[in-house]
């Protein structure tokens, strides 16, 4: 049960390396009740579960496993002052940043000045991946897997075949070596593995064949996992026995409480619309971290986190820059996957703010920003699929934009 | 080895929703009932997946005994469902034309439906139809309402249906598969893979294996199973927003066709899709039929693109090649068989459960009712209603996605129906059916449930 005679002055919804950067910033700041509501029995995040380096360079300046990072993390919060609830669900998020909880002594509501979102993200399950075949146990997220062998020490299958080549899929050879789980295979649909090199090596190092232009088709079995069926590139099919599925990346922002309660949620990113503040569809509530959009590093949302954090600090002292105008920013075309924030307050925008983009192939050229037919920026990309591309808004010119703006991509 | 040392009055093989309904009605009835199920948990084959929608029999065969039966079940249903705590959402259904041809049908459609005594239809214009359903697409050209088709909660109702005849005095077997049987006149004595039951009638619920089980004790069956299977796409739970009612499609001579329909768990769903087979237990789905379901759910209500999927699933019908229930009784063998129920199980079975009761009486048996028998409290899992996470002392949360309590899980570890698999624990309370899939959950449930089931979710591993 949270104290409810005080009044709270930021609440932050979810415990990960965003939300406790944020909180840590808004104490640091002065702000009076920071209160982090984190759903799981300890806070820390995704990097709880990773029971591998390289945590925490740049926030620490030096190398923690996850578990220690987390920690580290969790330690720094509560010295600065913040409030951690663990076991505290966020049912609902309503407007004027009344919030439904649910707590270890049933419902509560209560209400903060401000409300940051921090809420991550997830892999894609099996299910919304449309793949198929019999709907068997052993057929499992990385995330779930990290979950079951360094904070439960079980292991789910010990041949399992690993579906992605994006980093995550990297932690999920180095989680089962820690268990005693030998893959079989490693599956990529496209003809290059996602994760940068040298991290492409890691398969080949620990003995597990790498397949790619090869994508999962179905999983069979009977009563337990018996084998994947793929398909190459020229659509000739085949089975990989196995005992177990790691359906691994694909990374979706948790977002149920924007879809499901007042805040505007992006098709493209996944994650609520927000300008370049992080401030949300509704001005009460910020977002942070990889909520956002997928997916970035515990470092990277870490930071973002603290960025959130000053800025709701100065929308708390009434010192956060208004728009003059406000404009939506979108992507077209089928190469640019998503482009966040979504909106921009002209003339206010600092000389660090930025667009981030990805793209869903690899290409190099320019993206063109346009807006009531004008021309209003320009900068060039050399770019893989799911890498991370920042375009300064500095390069914008905003005295000519005239409307909504539009990114397009122009190949070299 | 022999279980029973004095004969059960009825011996009941399989618990799937018509064998939980049937427990209920003979023990209500004042019978000693034995229920035999293969499975470790109940509701294991055709009854692990349907529509969960309670059906008016508008649109059954006209004198059929399938329509009598889903009346008389759809009408015991609402005497009971307060009392046991369950769900009963009065959505409506629409049956919605889409084309000159369909509109011509709809008359003909309204005509069966008076024919089987369903007064309250309504037709309607394309215009009416989107003021109750604004998201429906503008195609939509008229609709029949039907005000009383309703949503249900297709697991906690026949495990409510089984409590209460265990609450009475009904017994249970699980993991017991009738293998063979003998009958001396009197009395059968069943070959199970627990050993021999002794009772003098059975009733033969079997389902998907309803002529197996004929086969095995006589060497031939009236009918032959044929799986239907029916493949579902269930969205995220944001899109339940976009239709109340359930949105049916003008039927084909062979099919229902593809339904959009809402869950009392708050979710939309489309499907089923209708794919004979041989195989009584391949349930597997396939990437193309989902993406062709979801384009048929997006021809229905266009908002529905984009919109994240959470679940995808498939269930076995157990067709015959009669159109309509297969229910007979060998008075001279004191045997019955209840087979053939293909897609209107969940709105039959009570029905179905009174219509076997009355066959049975007519064999010659008979016992006194009980008078006051104890009433069940059904596990509350609807989306709105009051759910144990919002009480005290629940433990914890473990499935985030669908507010299930530690509290919630560990009840459904214990009992005479404790789940035995995933699977099943998954029908007892909803653990990892929501939109995470248990990327959440998964380690702390593999953690919880250690020990109970027969294929565990994870083994312990040496640090």
């Known amino acids: 049960m949270i104290d409810p005679t005080t009044p709270i002055d930021v609440a932050i919804i979810g415990g990960g390396p965003s939300g406790l950067a944020a909180a840590t910033t808004l104490k640091a700041a002065g702000v009076a009740r920071v209160v982090v509501l984190e759903r799981e029995s300890e806070a820390g995040g995704i990097p709880r579960h990773c029971g591998h380096p390289p945590f925490g360079a740049r926030e620490f300046k030096r190398i923690y496993t996850g578990p220690a990072y987390a920690r580290k993390l969790v330690q720094t919060a509560l010295a600065a002052g913040v409030e951690i609830h663990c076991l505290t669900t966020v049912v609902q998020a309503r407007e004027a940043g009344e919030l439904l909880l649910a707590v270890p002594e049933g419902e509560q509501v209560i209400n903060a000045r401000r409300v940051i979102y921090a809420t991550g993200v997830r892999e894609t399950p099996r299910s919304a991946r449309l793949l198929g075949g019999m709907r068997l146990q052993g057929v499992l997220n990385t995330g779930a897997l990290q979950s079951m062998v360094f904070l439960k020490h079980m292991r789910p299958f010990k041949r399992p075949v690993i579906v992605g080549t994006e980093l995550v899929a990297i932690s999920a050879i180095s989680t089962c070596a820690h268990a005693g789980i030998r893959p079989v295979a490693m599956v990529e649909p496209d003809p290059r593995p996602t994760a940068r090199w ?7 190092l620990k003995g597990v064949p790498l397949h790619l232009n090869t994508r999962p088709v179905a999983i069979h079995g009977d009563k337990t996992v018996s084998s994947l069926e793929v398909e190459d590139a020229d659509g000739a099919r085949r089975h990989i026995d196995c005992d177990g599925v790691i359906l691994s990346g694909m990374f979706t922002p948790e977002s149920t409480l924007g879809r499901m309660g007042h805040l505007e949620v992006d098709p493209a990113t996944g994650g609520p619309v927000v300008d370049q503040f992080g401030r949300c569809s509704d001005p009460v509530y910020f977002a942070a971290g990889n909520l956002l959009r997928p997916v970035e590093t515990a470092g990277w949302c870490w930071d973002e986190g603290r960025r959130a954090g000053a800025r709701v600090a100065d929308d708390l002292a009434g010192r956060l820059p208004e728009g003059i105008e406000t404009v939506p920013v979108s992507v077209q075309g089928p ?78 | 080895m022999t279980i029973n040392s004095t004969p059960y009055d009825v011996a009941i093989i399989g618990a799937g929703i018509v064998g939980c309904a049937m427990a209920r009605r003979f023990t209500l009835e004042g019978a000693r009932v034995v229920l ?82 369903v007064m309250d239809t309504r037709l309607i214009t394309g215009d009416d139809l989107r003021k109750v359903e604004p998201n429906l697409s503008d195609r939509a050209l008229a609709a029949i309402a039907i005000p009383r088709e309703s949503l249900i909660d297709p697991w906690s109702s026949p495990y409510a249906y089984l409590q209460q005849s265990l609450m009475n005095g009904g017994e249970v077997i699980l993991s017991c598969e009738v293998t063979g049987g003998r009958f001396d006149g009197s009395e059968w004595k069943l070959e199970t893979t627990q050993g021999l039951v002794r009772a003098n009638h059975v009733v033969n619920c079997a389902g998907l294996y309803g002529d197996l089980v004929n086969s095995s ?15 579902f796409v269930v969205y995220d739970k944001a899109a339940s927003r976009l239709a109340h009612s359930v949105i049916l499609p003008v039927p084909t001579a062979r099919t229902k066709g593809i339904v959009l329909f809402r869950t009392v768990f708050g979710n939309l769903a489309v499907g089923p899709t209708a794919e004979d087979q041989q195989s009584r237990t391949d349930s597997s789905i396939d990437t193309e039929t989902l993406q062709s379901l979801m384009a048929a759910g997006e021809a229905i209500v266009p908002a529905l693109k984009g919109m994240p999927v959470t679940a995808t699933y498939a269930g076995l019908r157990p067709a015959t090649e009669f159109k309509d229930y297969q229910i007979s009784a060998d008075a001279a063998n004191n045997w019955i068989t209840v087979g053939g129920i293909r897609s209107t199980g969940l709105s039959g079975a009570l029905g179905i459960a009174q219509y076997t009761y009355g066959l049975y009486r007519d064999m010659g048996a008979d016992h006194t009712a009980l008078t006051d028998p104890a009433i069940p409290t059904a596990r509350v899992l609807t989306d709105t209603a009051n759910r144990d996470w919002k009480e005290k002392d629940h433990g914890e949360i473990v499935c985030h996605c669908e507010l299930v309590t530690r509290r919630e899980i560990e009840a459904a570890l214990s009992g005479p129906l404790a789940a035995k698999s995933l699977a099943g624990l998954k029908r007892q309370t909803r653990v990892t059916m929501g939109r995470c899939q248990g990327f959440f959950c998964s380690a702390r449930l593999a953690e919880l449930t250690e020990g109970h089931f027969v294929i565990p979710m994870a083994e312990g591993v040496d640090k």
């Open chain 1, 198 to 204: 040298p991290f492409t090596l890691y398969p080949r």
């Open chain 1, 335 to 412: 190469l640019l996957k998503y482009v966040m924030p979504q909106r921009l307050n002209l003339k206010v925008s600092r000389g660090k703010d930025v667009l981030q983009l990805r793209l869903n192939d690899i290409a190099k050229g320019r993206i063109i920003a346009t807006s009531g037919g004008n021309i209003v920026g320009q900068w060039s990309v050399n770019s893989r699929r799911e890498r991370r591309i920042l375009l300064s808004v500095s390069r914008l010119d905003q005295s000519a934009i005239a409307g909504p703006v539009t990114l397009t991509f122009t190949p070299a």
């Open chain 2, 217 to 231: 004790v006589f060497g031939q069956a009236p009918f032959t199973i044929t799986p239907r299977k029916g493949q």
């Open chain 2, 36 to 117: 035999l199920e293969k499975a470790t948990d109940i509701l294991d084959g055709a009854s692990k997946a349907n529509s969960a929608i309670l059906h008016t029999g508008f649109d059954a065969p006209v004198g059929s005994i399938e329509v009598g039966c889903i009346q008389a079940g759809h009408e015991e249903y609402r005497q009971i469902y307060r009392d046991f705590g369950l769900t009963l959402d009065e959505c409506g259904a629409h049956v919605v034309a889409w084309s000159e041809e369909e509109v011509a049908k709809l008359e003909q459609i309204q005509q069966q439906a008076v024919d089987n005594n």
